[in-house]
């Protein structure tokens, strides 16, 4: 445990890339497997769920030291991080321990789910007894289901590339799936022999950058393979050994949820793997996203549901083919024999993304007009001659999105933020005018410089009307211009109206709270309603 939060530690105090790597690398060296399984696991970002309210770690170290309660919240909003504020608070460690991780994690940490509430304090009262600040500081993080470094998967990725001498690509494919962090695992991650890659197992994603200049800037619009941009849920189609896996991008295996795309992949041949987009689709169409936030995340699918939303992988990219990994071919061989392989199988619930064809830049965004009649966001533009690579990279793949919808909303509502910014209210509800009543609109809590969020902060303090619990009615008088990506009816919200990704643009000083938008102007920007089938 000292070993891996001295290496937390040595994260946090470096910006430089290097450092960082440099310090994963030591680690590993000196780790034992079973240590260093457990470190892959947090560092990529996987963590066990909260076995303990943050809350109640700050109050049994209140507790344990006799200040009183209102001290303890003064002292979190200074703070503003509740696995901190409980480190302040402790006096020193009494005895040092010399578990490793793995045995902390599996014998001190996940049995806290099995304990009721006072069998918990007195197990965390223990171990503050047994560690210092820097390992009860990621003690508490774990045990809170808030750890968190600033490691990036591909920062990662290298540091055990550069350990095992084993190549990046390598490295990223072995951390995709489901594995679980075990010393046998560690030493397969590391080891020499690449012929591993299980049946079940995607590939990394390749991912495309926001376009950063005009479209010209990229060249002869020949060179270029445009795709319209769906919104939906990028994932992998996997067939290998008789047997169909669907991974989301996000690494969650979702087959069960989306049976009909499970049994469209049995008319696949084995040791094939296709790149595209889950979408809500019927009668050849896309359905609004909103349609298929019906499906995610549900256990269970009845057939009205099935019915309702039924689903198609849109086929982007081929990545394996015939159990061989072509993704170093360029896009436009991979593309043909994608072609030729759905023309082959004439499955619905797989079709091709198609391309769309100018002979210039200018005509081609004429086309991308149509973007919202299509319920797209926009192109992808793919250099013909590119490979298939890993992660986020400038250059061959990037993402050509229409402007998104812009409205100028009243700040109604604030609550504070989280970690550093506990403290401040960051976290906005806006509204916008129902004749002469304001209603909720949407929550938005990005896009304010630090000086504009100290001002608005102010703000809240000097101008509350009502409290309810942690959140504040403020009057009504600050507006700001929001932006978001698409628009969808919803009964669960008083407007009527639901958005994706609000958030700010800027502080409309120049605006008195009746220049706001009305909802009549913002219910005209929804899209027709899909015909039923």
């Not at 003064?74 to 010399?98: C, F, I, K, Q, R």
């Not at 072995?174 to 075990?182: D, H, K």
Request: aromatic share 10%; no cysteine; hydrophobic share 40%.
């Amino acid at each position: 445990m000292r070993r891996f939060a001295a290496l937390y530690s040595a994260l946090d105090a470096t910006t430089s890339t290097n450092e960082k790597i440099a310090a994963m690398v030591r680690y590993f060296e000196q780790a034992p497997p079973a240590d260093a399984a457990w470190a892959v696991y947090f560092l990529s970002g996987r963590r066990p769920k909260r076995l303990i309210p943050a809350q109640l770690l700050r109050l049994w170290a209140a507790e344990l030291v006799g200040i009183p309660v209102w001290l303890l919240e003064e002292s979190y909003g200074a703070v503003g991080d509740a696995a901190e504020t409980a480190v302040l608070l402790l006096p020193p460690a009494t005895t040092a321990s010399e578990r490793s991780l793995r045995a902390w994690v599996e014998e001190r940490i996940l049995p806290l789910r099995q304990l009721d509430a006072d069998g918990q304090r007195d197990a965390v009262l223990q171990a503050w007894e047994e560690l210092d600040d820097a390992e009860r500081f990621v003690f508490n993080k774990l045990i809170t289901g808030a750890f968190r470094v600033g490691v990036s998967q591909r920062l990662l990725t290298r540091a055990l590339a550069d350990y095992s001498g084993v190549d990046a690509s390598v490295i990223a494919h072995r951390l995709m799936g489901s594995w679980q962090p075990e010393p046998a695992f560690f030493e397969a991650l590391a080891g020499a022999d690449t012929g591993d890659a299980d049946r079940s197992r995607p590939y990394p994603f390749f991912l495309a950058y926001p376009l950063e200049a005009e479209p010209e800037t990229l060249g002869d619009i020949a060179e270029w393979q445009v795709e319209w941009k769906w919104d939906g849920i990028r994932a992998q189609l996997i067939r290998r050994d008789g047997e169909s896996y669907l991974w989301s991008r996000g690494e969650e295996l979702v087959t069960p949820r989306y049976p009909e795309i499970a049994e469209a992949a049995e008319a696949l041949p084995d040791g094939t793997v296709l790149d595209g987009e889950l979408l809500a689709w019927r009668d050849g169409q896309v359905l609004p996203f909103a349609q298929l936030q019906r499906r995610i995340g549900r256990k269970t699918l009845g057939k009205k549901l099935l019915a309702e939303v039924p689903t198609v992988l849109l086929v982007y990219d081929l990545l394996e083919w015939q159990g061989e990994d072509i993704r170093d071919w360029p896009l436009t061989r991979r593309r043909a024999q994608l072609e030729a392989l759905l023309a082959e199988l004439d499955e619905p619930r797989l079709p091709l993304s198609e391309t769309v064809e100018a002979g210039s830049w200018p005509e081609q965004a004429e086309r991308r007009n149509e973007s919202r009649d299509r319920l797209v966001e926009g192109f992808m533009l793919k250099r013909r001659n590119s490979p298939y690579r890993v992660g986020r990279r400038r250059g061959d793949w990037w993402k050509w999105k229409i402007e998104p919808y812009t409205i100028d909303a009243v700040l109604i509502y604030a609550q504070k933020g989280s970690g550093r910014r506990a403290n401040l209210y960051t976290d906005y509800t806006f509204a916008v005018w129902d004749g002469d009543e304001l209603v909720p609109f949407a929550k938005a809590y990005s896009g304010l410089t630090d000086a504009e969020i100290r001002e608005v902060d102010r703000f809240v303090r000097d101008n509350t009307r009502e409290r309810f619990g942690p959140v504040r009615s403020v009057r009504p008088e600050l507006v700001f211009e929001l932006a978001f990506e698409n628009i969808q009816r919803s009964n669960r919200h008083k407007s009527g109206i639901a958005v994706r990704f609000p958030r700010i643009v800027r502080w409309r000083h120049d605006k008195h709270i009746t220049d706001a938008d009305h909802l009549e102007t913002i219910r005209a920007m929804l899209p027709e309603p899909a015909e039923s089938a």
